[in-house]
């Protein structure tokens, strides 16, 4: 009776703080979404130009060759048929393609198949023949894609099961999460890193929950997960104003200015760093506090001390790869830029002072100092919570 009272105490306490934690969470989202006045930059932007769907009714004239480093050029006369519903639904117009690319089938256009034209119009709105311009833009990619993402899809259910369909669910809320209530809150001038971390900590209590069920375990991964991603906001605000960062490094930034997208871009950039390091965040504390856990229950006379040995032992392992996965990864989306500046003639302490270079090594190392101090912390925790909610190694598991 002695073991059980504690194990129910601090089981009731996790409890209410994951429904309160959840219920303030979703409250202040709501209420953003609620309040979030009107966006106008959608209705703008859409004056000047217009992206539809076209189908190649003919081959009318075709010309293939080579440059000097192997590219193949093709230049193409094509008949389109418009398809996208709207104005120019029906139509059809005879359009200049020319595409360059490693391999003739990859920038070739046949009959029957699908491009993607642009259609812009003059400043003043004119859209009298001659003051159109049709520019066939990219091919139409939507069916590889869509079997793409089956075979992705099938491949999870097929071994994760009850599990992969979860975290399936898990993807579609992060999709529409972001689509759906970050991008407009940043659009109507809500704060990026508030709405960041908000949005961000409600999806990793969803997400979580999907993953690992409403259990003490969940429990514990929430605790420990809302502890470090505030952590990591807070590292990423300071990084920022120490490393004298605006935001305006990249030329999607300077872009966004150029078409009147006023929005905060130092918040902008914080909100990426908070998006980037939530999803690896979201993996490392979870497996912890399930590793954690596990080793309870198999040895249920375990003490914190040594539980937070042991779990370290695994936790530094899976970080050490964690950490060069995520470098990795912001690497590989710079690599052209990365050998653009290994070609320039510049002494490499000085291209990575450019503003365009810091904000990414800032990014990668903000997010691996957040995975660097949530491992000892959700570890430290659940070393603590594990033996004395575990009565029994079933009730440990789950």
Known sequence: MNRQQPSRTIRYVLEGLAVLSTAVLASLTLALHISRPPITYAQEIDTFSVTVQARVDEVLDESISEDADGLVIVAQTLRLSFLTQGPYEGEQAVLEYHGTGPTLNAVRFREGQRALVMISTLP??????????????DHVRL???????????????????????????????????IGGFILPQILAHRDPVLVTLISTGLLLAVTLYLIQGWNVTGHTALLGMTVSLAVTGLLAVLATRVA??????????????????????????????ILGAAGVLDDVILAQAVTIFELSATDP??????????????????????????????????????????????????????????????????????????????????????????????????
């Open 124 to 137: 003043d709105g004119s859209d009298v023949s001659g003051r159109t311009v049709y520019q066939v833009a």
């Open 244 to 273: 004298f960062l605006t935001g305006y490094g990249s030329e999607e930034t300077l872009f966004l200015q150029a078409v009147g997208i006023n929005v905060q871009m130092r918040g902008l950039l914080l909100a990426g760093m």
């Open 301 to 398: 006379t375990l003490r914190p001390r040594a539980l937070y040995k042991r779990g370290m032992r695994i936790g530094v392992t899976h970080l050490a790869s964690m950490i060069n996965t995520l470098v990795l990864a912001y690497a590989s989306t710079a690599l052209p830029l990365l050998i653009l500046f290994y070609l320039y003639p510049e002494p490499w302490y000085l291209t990575i002072n450019r503003e365009l270079i810091a904000e990414e090594i800032v990014r990668a190392l903000v997010g691996s100092t957040g995975l660097l101090l949530a491992v000892p912390l959700t570890t430290a925790i659940s070393a603590w919570v594990a033996p004395r909610t575990a009565d029994s190694p079933s009730s440990a598991a789950g």
């Open 143 to 177: 069916l590889p894609l869509a079997l793409i993402a089956g075979t992705f899809v099938a491949v999870t259910m097929a071994i994760g099961r009850w599990q992969g369909l979860r975290g399936l669910l898990g993807l579609v809320l992060s999709g529409l999460l």
